[in-house]
């Protein structure tokens, strides 16, 4: 008996993870979106550092928002041209919106659009620390440059082998590791200052 019942939970686990491989399988697919929606999913996975893939499941598997956003979608779509655009995305995410679309008689198109839209929000969030941290960046530059003024002081006055040099000479080489740093977080979000403009014309 008690074999039979081992047997039995063996099959069920092996049941159910066979279904959650076959959820988290990639596929390819094809949606017809606006560039401005495009451009957002692009620079908010890079900014976060993660796959669109990623980031777009978060959005889209979420069943019971994806009922909210068809419920919702009336008004949705506007004249904006679209785009032809292909993702890759988990077999369960693409089964999530083509079941909402048919129940709901939703385009996948606007689920996914909606969708997207959602992230705006946290990208203007990202847009203003990215300006921050350019106010950083060059505070930092500035520090920098004061330091290695007083380490070439140092330099003349003490001379190389002086322990106190070593020391300003070893900060600065921090600082200077700092900036360069600070300043790769800046470059990378600089596609986030382009979005401003896409935005204010939308």
């Known amino acids: 008996m008690g074999d039979q019942v081992k047997s039995l939970i063996h099959l069920e686990i092996r049941e159910d993870t066979v279904r959650d491989l076959r959820g988290r399988q990639s596929v390819r697919t094809t949606f017809k979106l606006s560039p401005r929606s495009i451009h957002a999913l692009s620079i908010l996975a890079a900014q976060l550092g993660i796959r669109q893939k990623?980031?777009?499941?978060?959005?889209?598997?979420?069943?019971?928002?994806?009922?909210?956003?068809?419920?919702?979608?009336?008004?949705?779509?506007?004249?904006?041209?679209?785009?032809?655009?292909?993702?890759?995305?988990?077999?369960?995410?693409?089964?999530?919106?083509?079941?909402?679309?048919?129940?709901?008689?939703?385009?996948?198109?606007?689920?996914?659009?909606?969708?997207?839209?959602?992230?705006?929000?946290?990208?203007?969030?990202?847009?203003?620390?990215?300006?921050?941290?350019?106010?950083?960046?060059?505070?930092?530059?500035?520090?920098?440059?004061?330091?290695?003024?007083?380490?070439?002081?140092?330099?003349?006055?003490?001379?190389?082998?002086?322990?106190?040099?070593?020391?300003?000479?070893?900060m600065l080489k921090a600082v200077d590791a700092c900036c360069a740093a600070v300043e790769g977080c800046v470059d990378r979000g600089r596609r986030m200052e382009d979005f401003t403009g896409q935005e204010e014309k939308g």
């Open 54 to 170: 990623s980031l777009f499941d978060y959005l889209v598997e979420d069943v019971q928002t994806l009922r909210a956003i068809a419920e919702g979608s009336g008004t949705a779509g506007t004249a904006e041209p679209r785009v032809a655009k292909t993702y890759v995305i988990s077999r369960r995410t693409l089964e999530n919106l083509e079941r909402i679309s048919a129940s709901y008689n939703t385009p996948r198109d606007v689920l996914v659009e909606v969708s997207i839209e959602r992230i705006l929000p946290l990208i203007r969030r990202e847009r203003e620390k990215h300006e921050r941290r350019k106010q950083f960046l060059a505070d930092l530059n500035e520090h920098l440059a004061r330091d290695a003024e007083m380490v070439r002081r140092a330099e003349s006055e003490l001379g190389r082998d002086d322990p106190v040099f070593q020391q300003l000479l070893a």
